[in-house]
């Protein structure tokens, strides 16, 4: 089990601020796959992935990094500077 957080447009799209998720996912990438299996809602906020971020236990990562022992994956739109 694992908790997944949605920020900005990514919550607008998927409807919720976090969840808890019971996956079997290895990476990143096979846990927006099986997210994005769920509902169109899901696919919508995962389709372009270049227009994501992700954090693990809030350590900013990659789409190929390994789930193994996480607590908390996050998905979030790229900062912009200012």
């Given at each position: 089990?694992?908790?997944?957080l949605?920020?900005?447009?990514?919550?607008?799209?998927?409807?919720?601020?976090?969840?808890?998720?019971?996956?079997?996912?290895?990476t990143?990438?096979?846990?927006?796959?099986?997210?994005?299996?769920?509902?169109?809602?899901?696919?919508?906020?995962f389709a372009?992935?270049?227009?994501?971020r992700?954090?693990i236990?809030?350590?900013?990562?990659?789409?190929d990094?390994?789930?193994?022992?996480?607590?908390?994956?996050?998905?979030?739109?790229?900062m912009?500077?200012?």
């Amino acid at each position: 089990m694992m908790d997944v957080l949605y920020f900005a447009w990514v919550r607008e799209r998927v409807g919720l601020p976090r969840e808890t998720v019971e996956t079997s996912a290895v990476t990143v990438a096979e846990l927006v796959e099986e997210l994005r299996g769920r509902e169109e809602r899901y696919e919508a906020a995962f389709a372009d992935l270049s227009a994501l971020r992700v954090a693990i236990d809030q350590e900013l990562s990659d789409f190929d990094a390994p789930l193994a022992g996480a607590r908390e994956v996050a998905f979030f739109p790229p900062m912009t500077g200012g």
